[in-house]
């Protein structure tokens, strides 16, 4: 009887031991977004000849792992298709709560995900036009060294004299002096879009407004822009319209046109194929909207994983047969090993995937009707704590589930951050800054409300907020304060 209990302590500490560990080796995998761990299993399969894809899934709506993995703790079983939601036991009696539903898709299913598309960088469609010029090899040279030191914005960084230094010491080829760089630099500032190879805004500004015809108007925003632009700035209108002798009409028409141009002449460019990769975003969740009813679904692309035949039979083998030398010991472990660890990364799979869809059903059940109306005002105040709580799991889990995560709505994709706020009340951040920047949008830009009249206006409407608050909410959504939001 004694032995009898001492096997199952030593099972029950197997057990806990192990769980303890693949909850360990869970946290990166959390971690990951799905194109992220789309890489880590193949990774896995291309390493470890005892784990395979499923030959014919069939099983749409099943977890990586297929069955109930041998290790897996009770708090990862279940199917991933349930409801919650107008269950006759439900507490508040709400018979018009929503169903909410999640399943996976198969391996097998065609999924449209955002796709790459090679587009023109800044640096090719500028070389291009270059190459168009009657220029001689020396100056194609100078001009890729200038192209190449304008950042993504088509601001250039560095001095002719420095440029003209790097061509010299470290290109090899042809002896450059400033001067040779400042010639070419010039041709490089007539190429499109116009404000190229600017030094500074101003700078910029001005050369977008050389280039348009000629007229009063023209003529009278570059004497604004070239030597009023520190006044402009500060808005003292003013001190520029004594300066230029001209009325607020009048200056008013000046600022349009200088407004008309664009600061960035290089940001419509991408950097290439790399680049479009790198910012693209591929969607973990997909939220659908019928009436009050949300279906939520976890995109897995990724295949269902299983330990092949040959392995397990081997496994099984070896298993029953006593090693009678080094070598056959070996072998032995070295087949245990990949066995385990593929059994483990199955397991792993399958309870990240029901760690991911419990966490995103709590965020879609607690801002319901956000996502039925897609209204930012109806998001409500939610933190990671809540998300734990009712999810199960704890912050830590909810932390790493939530990083790096998008969901796409009838209303667009959103990262899962978005959704987290810490509220005043009953109300979230996310309402208190529709609310100040619908009076901030709809302010006399004549004479725009200071923090203190925002922050009244405010409690006026029910929201109890500090001017600190107001000040801080105002930098979040990058408004100015009123003095630069001041227009004539």
């Given at each position: 009887?004694?032995?009898?209990q001492?096997?199952?302590l ?33 990774g ?73 598309v ?10 291009q ?6 220029i ?20 250039l960084?560095r ?59 023209v ?11 520190d ?37 419509g ?29 976890l995109?897995?692309r ?6 092949s035949e ?13 090693a ?17 660890r ?7 799979l ?10 995103m059903?709590?965020?879609v ?13 109806q ?8 998300v734990?709580r ?61 923090d ?20 801080k909410?105002?930098d ?9 939001r001041?227009?004539i």
């Amino acid at each position: 009887m004694a032995e009898k209990q001492g096997q199952g302590l030593e099972t029950t500490i197997k057990t806990g031991l192990r769980t303890s560990q693949l909850n360990v080796d869970l946290a990166p995998l959390l971690k990951m977004n799905e194109s992220e761990i789309e890489e880590r299993v193949r990774g896995e399969l291309d390493s470890n000849p005892a784990l395979e894809p499923k030959a014919d899934p069939d099983d749409e709506g099943s977890t990586p792992g297929g069955e109930k993995d041998e290790g897996s703790t009770p708090d990862d079983e279940g199917e991933s298709d349930f409801d919650f939601g107008n269950n006759d036991d439900d507490d508040n009696g709400d018979d018009t709560a929503p169903n909410y539903r999640a399943s996976n898709h198969s391996a097998d299913d065609e999924y449209y995900g955002p796709t790459a598309v090679e587009e023109p960088t800044l640096s090719d469609y500028l070389m291009q036009q270059v190459r168009e010029r009657d220029i001689s090899p020396e100056q194609e040279i100078i001009a890729q060294y200038i192209v190449g030191s304008l950042d993504d914005n088509g601001f250039l960084q560095r001095s002719p004299s420095a440029i003209a230094d790097d061509i010299t010491f470290s290109d090899g080829r042809i002896e450059v002096e400033p001067g040779d760089v400042e010639a070419v630099l010039k041709i490089v500032r007539q190429l499109d879009p116009p404000g190229i190879a600017a030094t500074d805004l101003r700078d910029c500004i001005l050369l977008q407004l050389r280039r348009m015809p000629v007229t009063d108007l023209v003529e009278e925003t570059i004497e604004l822009v070239d030597k009023y632009f520190d006044l402009l700035g500060k808005k003292h209108y003013d001190k520029i319209c004594a300066s230029m002798n001209i009325d607020e009409h009048r200056l008013r028409q000046l600022i349009e046109l200088v407004r008309s141009v664009n600061p960035k002449p290089g940001s419509g460019f991408s950097g290439g194929t790399s680049e479009t990769v790198r910012q693209q975003i591929t969607p973990d969740y997909e939220v659908d909207v019928d009436g009050d009813k949300l279906t939520l679904t976890l995109l897995n692309r990724i295949p269902e994983l299983q330990i092949s035949e040959s392995y397990t039979r081997l496994y099984n083998e070896y298993n029953n047969t006593k090693a009678t030398s080094r070598a056959q010991r070996d072998t032995m472990t070295d087949i245990r090993d990949k066995y385990n660890r593929a059994s483990n990364f199955i397991t792993l799979l399958h309870m990240r995937q029901q760690r991911l869809f419990k966490t995103m059903a709590a965020i879609v059940k607690r801002q319901h009707d956000f996502f039925v109306t897609g209204d930012e005002s109806q998001l409500k105040p939610m933190v990671l704590k809540d998300v734990a709580r009712d999810a199960g799991y704890d912050v830590s889990t909810i932390s790493r589930t939530t990083q790096g995560k998008y969901v796409t709505t009838p209303w667009g994709v959103y990262p899962l951050k978005h959704f987290f706020s810490e509220g005043l009340g009953e109300v979230s951040t996310h309402t208190v800054l529709q609310a100040l920047k619908k009076l901030v949008d709809d302010e006399d830009k004549s004479h725009p409300l200071s923090d203190d009249a925002l922050c009244e206006l405010l409690n006026k409407q029910g929201y109890d907020v500090k001017r600190r608050t107001v000040a801080k909410y105002r930098d979040r959504l990058g408004i100015a304060v009123a003095r630069l939001r001041k227009t004539i």
